[in-house]
């Protein structure tokens, strides 16, 4: 069993800053992705920034020079460090971990997907 849970969220006004959280738990091999996606009501979900698996970071446009994605391999965590916030950045953010799990030198990949942590920003 593999578990994500996401915290940080709330409501900030703009301008201001919150740090997102998301750590995995459970039968782990290893991660070879994270990212975090946001969505609002009436939209799709979006990628908000993402490790790929070599280690690569892409940011949406919209996002870029305000938030950070970081992560500490050990804690099978990742971060978004998100600043200068604006009101277009309210959404439910949802975190995404890419686990390899098994045994026995054998092993799958499988994305999970956190509850979300809603973010508010206020005008």
Same mark, same amino acid.
């Given at each position: /069993?593999?578990?994500? $849970?996401? #915290?940080? @969220? @709330?409501?900030? /006004?703009?301008?201001? #800053?919150?740090?997102? !959280?998301?750590?995995? !738990?459970?039968?782990?091999? #290893?991660?070879?992705?994270?990212?975090? %996606?946001?969505?609002?009501?009436?939209? /799709?979900?979006?990628? $908000?920034?993402?490790?790929?698996?070599?280690?690569? =970071?892409? %940011?949406?446009? #919209?996002?870029? @020079?305000?938030? =950070?994605?970081?992560?500490?391999?050990?804690?099978? =965590?990742?971060?978004? /460090?998100?600043?200068?916030?604006?009101?277009?950045? =309210?959404?439910? %953010? $949802?975190?995404?971990?890419?686990? $390899?799990?098994?045994?026995?030198?054998?092993? %799958?990949?499988?994305?999970?997907?956190?509850? @979300?942590?809603?973010?508010?920003?206020?005008?």
């Amino acid at each position: /069993q593999v578990q994500l $849970v996401e #915290s940080g @969220g @709330g409501l900030v /006004q703009a301008g201001g #800053s919150l740090r997102l !959280s998301c750590a995995a !738990s459970g039968r782990i091999f #290893s991660i070879n992705a994270m990212g975090w %996606y946001r969505q609002a009501p009436g939209n /799709q979900r979006e990628l $908000v920034a993402a490790f790929t698996s070599d280690g690569s =970071t892409n %940011y949406a446009e #919209s996002v870029k @020079g305000r938030f =950070t994605i970081s992560r500490d391999n050990a804690k099978n =965590t990742v971060y978004l /460090q998100m600043n200068s916030l604006k009101p277009e950045d =309210t959404a439910v %953010y $949802v975190c995404k971990q890419r686990v $390899v799990s098994g045994s026995n030198g054998y092993y %799958y990949a499988q994305d999970y997907w956190g509850k @979300g942590t809603p973010v508010t920003v206020s005008s």
